[in-house]
């Protein structure tokens, strides 16, 4: 099985949901095609070459080889992690959203499936090109599955989305085409074995992580964040949250760091304090929240503050950290949101005044939600804490005042799901007299299962996620970094040298 076919596998699903005569069958089809899909998926995780730093499976179709579009695909060490967790998150994504079972469904679900195509063709794409249209195929369906699905104030909210992502879009295209036109090649690989003078570096690593921060998001960039996690449909905040924001991370490490590191290396300080300032901010904005959804966004939004961390700490124990804290934190909020969901379908209500002792009749599903939080909490042992401490042993190598200024926000920062978990399952019980809440069912417990043994296994083992990518991250990314002075030095020859042919 090759990777085009696991690309192809999810497109085959959502063209049998459009030919399906039942509505309801849709949801069917896409559960059995994202299963196959990433069952099918493991042979490249047990396949893969750790002390191989380049990219493994690689195919190339050349069906635009005209227009200099090489359409190839491959996986390395870093792109393996996020595709398996696409391929992972998918099926739990679509089992966890019934909702749209009765309205629509074929459509509903249909999307879900070419989001994920769209999805792990941007994380295997070798080429700018294919990389770009697999980003805007992911928007477009995006846009549709936030418009026409989820509450009622979801319209502003998708079109606040739309608005932020077409800059993304134009800001990633013109950075793109700056790279292209100085090298004439979309190929990454061809555009990697180059050195780009310093202001292109300057300005396409400008547009570039620009671009990527509104994805992810990073303040000032985030308002539609909070909005588009209260609107979305449960399936669409399940993929908003545990998959899109991984396509940020993605780009930043693949491509602002190695095709332009003098850039990189000018701009990482002010990323660091911009990373200590979005947990900061994140954090606090998490505790004064009252819808969970939103409270979720902001929890979330201080945890992209880790990331940056441990991105420009440009060292090995912080950049692995980043991407492992990148996949713990995908799988927490697709558990979260799963659990969330559940909830939500026992109470129609989102506030959390009328929420309140539910531990006593649910103790299941309070301990359930419990391990949901620790989890985002970076609970030692469970999926966010392996990442968090390698970040936090990194920046305190680069800054001690930086460190510890994070861990005492890490501290902090759990605070906002304490109260959580005591305004919902704690405190005096709400709502109707006698009304029977329902624990945990047998359903349920299954879907989350994955959610906790993933979740145990990169906390417990994180080696198994941190080997794989040890060596693309020390070819592809540091070694660029390190060799700054001599790779400089050549590109200002080779700059001398066009210049007096001309």
Avoid at 69 to 75: K, P, Q, Y
Avoid at 138 to 151: D, E, K, N, Q
Avoid at 405 to 432: D, N, R, Y
Wanted: hydrophobic share 55%; glycine share 10%.
């Amino acid at each position: 099985m090759t990777l085009t076919w696991i690309l192809g596998l999810p497109l085959v699903g959502a063209l049998l949901i459009f030919l399906s005569p039942r509505d309801k069958g849709g949801w069917r089809l896409a559960l059995g095609a994202s299963l196959l899909t990433f069952f099918l998926s493991l042979r490249f995780y047990f396949q893969f070459d750790p002390f191989d730093g380049g990219f493994q499976f690689k195919e190339k179709l050349d069906l635009g080889a005209w227009l200099g579009f090489h359409d190839s695909v491959g996986l390395d060490g870093l792109s393996l992690g996020f595709a398996l967790l696409t391929a992972f998150l998918t099926p739990l994504g679509v089992a966890g959203d019934s909702k749209n079972r009765r309205t629509r469904g074929k459509s509903f679900y249909a999307c879900l499936l070419l989001l994920e195509s769209a999805l792990l063709t941007a994380f295997s794409a070798d080429d700018l090109l294919l990389f770009f249209l697999a980003w805007e195929a992911a928007l477009v369906i995006l846009f549709y599955l936030f418009r026409f699905y989820g509450s009622a104030g979801r319209a502003p909210a998708a079109f606040q989305f739309t608005f932020f992502m077409m800059g993304a879009s134009l800001l990633l295209l013109f950075g793109f085409l700056m790279v292209v036109q100085q090298t004439h090649t979309f190929d990454y690989f061809e555009i990697f074995d180059q050195v780009l003078p310093e202001d292109i570096q300057f300005w396409a690593f400008l547009a570039l992580t620009t671009a990527f921060m509104i994805l992810i998001p990073v303040p000032p960039f985030h308002s539609w964040m909070s909005d588009l996690y209260a609107e979305a449909p449960a399936g669409g905040v399940f993929f908003l949250a545990a998959l899109f924001s991984s396509l940020g991370v993605y780009g930043l490490t693949r491509y602002c760091v190695p095709l332009f590191p003098y850039a990189a290396k000018g701009f990482g300080y002010g990323f660091l304090i911009l990373g200590l300032g979005v947990l900061v901010y994140g954090s606090l904005r998490a505790v004064l929240q009252t819808d969970p959804r939103r409270l979720a966004a902001s929890f979330a939004l201080a945890q992209t503050g880790w990331i940056l961390l441990g991105l420009f700490s440009f060292t090995m124990t912080g950049m692995q950290g980043a991407l492992v804290e990148m996949l713990g934190l995908a799988v927490s909020l697709g558990a979260f949101f799963t659990v969330l969901a559940m909830i939500l379908r026992r109470r129609e209500s989102r506030e959390l005044e009328r929420f309140g002792g539910w531990m006593a009749e649910t103790p299941w599903l309070s301990l359930a939600f419990l391990l949901t939080l620790l989890s985002l909490a970076a609970f030692p042992g469970l999926g966010d804490f392996s990442g968090i401490f390698l970040i936090l042993i990194s920046v305190y190598k680069t800054s001690p005042w930086m460190g510890l200024a994070a861990a005492g926000t890490f501290v902090f920062s759990a605070w906002s799901l304490v109260l959580l978990f005591e305004k919902i399952f704690l405190g005096p019980a709400t709502g109707k007299p006698g009304a029977k809440i329902g624990d945990l069912t047998l359903r349920e417990a299954l879907l989350l299962a994955p959610f906790l043994i993933v979740s145990i296994w990169i906390g417990v083992s994180p080696n198994s996620f941190l080997q794989p990518m040890e060596k693309t991250v020390q070819l592809n990314v540091l070694q660029r970094l390190n060799a700054l002075p001599v790779m400089m030095d050549f590109a200002v020859e080779q700059r001398h040298l066009q210049e007096e042919k001309k």
